[in-house]
């Protein structure tokens, strides 16, 4: 099994729609929790950290479920500028420096 | 401006000819890492750095070599590169906590021929 996992994709949502992705882990250990933005094989971007309470950050809302090993991104009224490609990141327990990288959700908000 | 800054961007070259793929950050950051990016793999870490003169393998380290004799720079070295390590690689860095979000340089894309 996979330390990180993600549905890759491709979402086609229409503008506005509300788009959700999941991404599980296999280490229940894990404690730390994001989710970055690549855009067509840039740098990625940190989008939002995830905390266990769920936070939210304008439109974007990350939760935490640790019972299931997942967490999730929620994007709100997805706009066109929100095509990227998504990828769920978690630490490695035992070694705090070391975070593990899904492979990524590729999202494509259409007009 | 805070940044990561990789040289070069590009670069093609051949089998078993060296090169060394430079990183540099200029937010004081302790920790650095290198990590490459394959279709359908995801991101895979291959070296990190913890303080001057503190590496240590990530996940995929063969092939590779780094060095830490700075603070804000990190090389990463392939002595003698081969076609599998043909790929897209990012440098990274962030202050010591975990916890805290990396800053990655523009991403370096190599071809070995």
């Known amino acids: 099994r996979k330390e990180v996992e993600q549905d890759p994709g491709p979402f086609n949502v229409p503008e506005g729609a509300t788009v959700a992705f999941n991404c599980t882990y296999s280490?229940?250990?894990?404690?730390?929790f994001f989710w970055y933005r690549q855009d067509c094989r840039k740098e990625p971007k940190l989008l939002m950290s995830?905390?266990?309470s769920g936070n939210e950050d304008g439109r974007f809302t990350a939760q935490l479920n640790r019972a299931s090993q997942y967490i999730s991104l929620l994007i709100r009224d997805s706009k066109l500028s929100d095509s990227a490609t998504y990828l769920c990141v978690v630490n490695r327990p035992g070694s705090a420096r070391q975070l593990t990288f899904g492979s990524g959700t590729q999202l494509t908000v259409l007009p | 401006e805070a940044q990561v800054t990789q040289n070069p961007r590009y670069l093609i070259t051949v089998t078993g000819k060296k090169l060394t793929v430079t990183c540099s950050q200029n937010m004081n950051h302790e920790y650095m890492s290198w990590y490459r990016q394959d279709p359908g793999l995801g991101l895979r870490q291959i070296y990190y750095s913890m303080n001057v003169e503190v590496t240590d393998k990530g996940d995929v380290p063969e092939g590779y070599k780094v060095s830490r004799k700075e603070k804000r720079n990190f090389p990463l070295i392939l002595e003698s590169p081969s076609p599998n390590q043909t790929s897209l690689y990012f440098c990274?860095?962030?202050?010591?906590?975990?916890?805290?979000?990396?800053?990655f340089g523009d991403g370096t894309r190599l071809s070995i021929l």
């Open positions: 995830v905390y266990s």
């Open positions: 990274a860095s962030r202050i010591g906590q975990a916890n805290q979000p990396q800053h």
């Open positions: 280490n229940s250990a894990s404690q730390s």
